[in-house]
């Protein structure tokens, strides 16, 4: 849904000028007087009967005069109509009749007929409204004072609000009172026929609607409204109502105005201007305008609207920061809407831009002339205005004497100048060329020295380059390399033999994934959850998926062939071998398991003929008899050579030979545990 900004209704009055309605805010009819009265609205509707006119018994208030206003009634936001509102001017007519008896003696007979002389007067006042299709009689009653009752004086007005009305309606209005005692009053009024416009927000737009009868024709102008002069017209153009003109939101600025008129001969033009107080507008206003610079001390500022602001000079140090006022300041100069005091916008334009072309390193040198011809020079810098031929550790007062050598020379750039001092660009080229200089053959003569030293230490060059190379291509290929350990733990002795070899592969280096290094994220995860995450990041770092079987998980692979359904619930919670299954099983069955796995069997504890002939598409090796293929296998191709895979074999076999032997060992056997674990950083 589009958000309502706010609701811009207009209508014509009695003269050709545009005024703002006043809107009423629900549906509720009400009534109220003038200072002094007391009136109030009885009940809803009524039928509009006149009846015949009596004579007046005495004083009594009659209708006088009808005067009707238009303002808007509003059951949301942006929901209006046009409405009239209604004022009733009232007048006493008629005497109080005196009694046969006062005018014999004089005086009043009996006191109690004195007292309706002293009382108030209280009406009930008919308005009756008819504008097509629309057909409404209220009853207002009015009371008056005793103070208030003079016979053929106004006493004030009753207003009521409101009969709905449509646009360009013809309305008839009439009003008595009850019983009538003077002929009804009526009055007729033609309401303008004027588009009302809502404008609304919706994303980066601006919606203009305009409710314009169908088919009618009239012609819309967008224009720049200025404070002197002439408008600046935008855009313009003939339509056919009802029509939605959509802006960008970056257009609207506070002097933007609306004129809308109907394509008829003599037409009155109706203008509007509703962004005046808008804060968005005015943010727009200072991001179009445009700062420009004017040779030789001139500056001009280009906007839609007119603006006062305040243009000072500011220097801003090399390399982007904060533009600064100038120290000692130069005198400020006004240009010709202020800035909201929540938030204070600056515009600025830098001189090198337009006088001295593209950027260059130079220093500004502010001249400040005071009585008999003295004058002060100092350099601006981030630290402030130092002053020339001072001691400051600075570069300006470094270079002091030669910058007033080129200010007298004609060397800096003259960029103001007026009676109390001037501003000076001189360059700095040559002294950072000449310091760069020195910088460069610094450099070359430490390369030089450098060098020397290499020639004179070749040979210890050569060996450690040739240690360097070695060590990147032997370890650097498997020192990321992954490998993922799947096994049946069928008891604390097995356990205990599979935690000694991803110890001792560690070492090779590679990086070791198995489950009793990650028993609280597998209790967090899920066993099936766990191995599917660290399969797919194996696999995707290039790595090896190890299945070691075991009795225990050639029994789950014949029970995952045989019944096609595993029981991951039926086997301990940290067993991910049984739970890997359902994952490891398709890519055999599918052919994807070549160069992604390899299986392994421990000498002694299990036939080589009792691996499913499934697994048997992948290496199956004997651990530790065949320790040499199966390192090489998960180092890759090419990652390894003779002496150094010799010495790892023997490295794994010696520490995975005693915890083998433990497992071997017959049950009640005496044995001393210990337990293995990889070094910090090797563990996932």
Partial sequence: MPVPWFLLSFALGPSPVVLSLERLVGPQDAAHCSPGLSCHLLGGDMLCLPGSMVSAPGPVLVPTRLRTELVLRCYEETDCGLCVRVAVHLAVRGHWEEPEDEKQFGRAADPELEEPKNASLQAQVVLSFQAYPTDRCVLLEVQVPAAFVQPGQSVGSVVFDCFEA?????????????????????????????????????????????????????????????????????????????????????????????????????????????????????????????LQLLPPQGWRLDAPCSLSAEATLCWQAPGGGPCQSLVPPLPRENVTVNVSSEEKLQMQECLWSDSLGPLKDDVLLVETRGSQDNRSLCALEPSGCTPLLSRASTRAARLGEQLLQDLQSGQCLQLWDDDLGALWACPMDKYIHQRWA???????????????????????????????????????????????????????????????????????????????????????????????????????????????????????????????????????????????????????????????????????????????????AVPVLALPSQMPDFLRTLQGPGATRPGWLRDRVEQVSRALQPALDSCLRPPGTQETGFEMRPEAGDRT
């Fill in 166 to 290: 449509a646009v360009g309606a013809e309305v008839r209005i009439w009003s008595y009172t009850q019983p009538r005692y003077e002929k009804e009053l009526n009055f007729t009024q033609q309401l303008p026929a004027l588009p009302s416009l809502n404008v609304s927000a919706d994303g980066e737009n601006v919606h203009l609607v305009l409710d314009v009868s169908k088919g009618q024709h009239f012609g819309l102008s967008l224009y720049w409204n200025q404070v002197q002069g002439p408008t600046k017209p935008w855009w313009h153009k003939n339509l056919t109502g009802p029509q939605t003109i959509t802006l960008n939101h970056t257009d609207l600025v506070p002097c933007l105005c609306i004129q809308v008129w109907p394509l008829e001969p003599d037409s009155i033009r109706t203008s509007i201007c509703p962004f005046k107080n808008d804060s968005h507008a005015h943010r727009n206003l200072w991001r179009v305008a445009q």
């Fill in 438 to 616: 020195l910088v460069w053959l610094a450099c070359l003569l430490f390369v030089a020295v450098l060098f020397l030293l290499l020639l004179l230490k070749k040979d210890h060059v050569k060996g450690w380059l040739r240690f360097l190379k070695e060590d990147v291509r032997l370890g650097g290929a498997a020192r990321g390399r992954a490998a993922l350990l799947l096994y049946s733990a069928d008891d604390a002795g097995f356990e205990r033999l599979v935690g000694t070899l991803a110890s001792a592969l560690c070492q090779l280096p590679l990086r070791v994934v198995v489950d009793l290094w990650s028993r609280r994220e597998l209790s967090a995860q899920g066993s099936l959850a766990w191995f599917h995450a660290q399969r797919l990041q194996t696999l995707q770092e290039g790595g090896m998926v190890v299945l070691l079987f075991s009795p225990g998980a050639v029994a789950l692979c014949h029970e995952w062939l045989q019944d096609g359904m595993s029981a991951p619930g039926a086997h301990r919670p940290h067993d991910a071998f049984s739970a890997s299954l359902s994952c490891v099983l398709p890519d055999f069955l599918q052919g994807r398991a070549s160069g992604r796995y390899i299986g392994a069997y421990f000498d002694s504890l299990l036939c080589p003929d009792a691996v499913p002939t499934l697994f048997r």
